[in-house]
């Protein structure tokens, strides 16, 4: 595996470079290397922050008409998993383009308040250890492919960047306000 390099502005659409430029700030001050460094941490800081949550916890939503912990937890798994499989197509040179994904149809029928934060919580790591092999497995020739999701172009390279950026959001999302 190669070094993945932050994504020029025309490799994805232009919603996602908030999540870009998430994954971006987190690294140097973190002394990490590169996106790969980040994905790689990233369980173990999703691991020390919610070693001590409480289960009761994972029903609550930090505002009205927000979702629950156990919601938004599973809704990053569930993106990790759409982004991870539009990665895998791309970076095999599929041209098929890829259909987005409403993320607010998914809530509710991921029946995320009938399961333990354990559960939910072992789901996303277990997500995040096969994104890694997948990411592991990438050449500079992979990344660099191209393809359409959503109606967009996008680089097998942005999804990487866009993976790490997505579970960034969300960790300052659940840290400060889910449990704050």
Known sequence: ?????????NEHAPYYAGYIDAAEATLAP???????ALLEA?????????????????SVAYAPGKWTLAESLVH???????????????????R????????????????????????????M?????????LVRSLDDEAVAQTGVASGKAVT??????MIAGHMQHHFGLTRERYLA
């Open 96 to 123: 098929t383009p890829l259909p987005g994904f409403e993320q607010d149809d998914w809530v509710p029928t991921s029946r995320a308040g009938n399961r333990s934060l354990a559960d939910i919580l072992a789901e």
């Open 1 to 9: 595996m190669t070094h993945i390099a932050r994504p020029a502005a």
């Open 42 to 58: 990233q369980t173990a800081d999703w691991q020390a922050l919610m070693a001590t949550v409480p289960e009761a916890k994972a």
């Open 30 to 36: 973190r002394g990490l290397a590169d996106v790969l």
């Open 125 to 133: 790591y277990a997500v995040r250890a096969a994104t890694l092999a």
């Open 76 to 94: 990053v798994s569930d993106t990790e998993r759409v982004f991870a499989y539009r990665l895998l197509r791309i970076a095999r040179g599929d």
């Open 156 to 161: 097998a390279r942005a999804l990487v960047w």
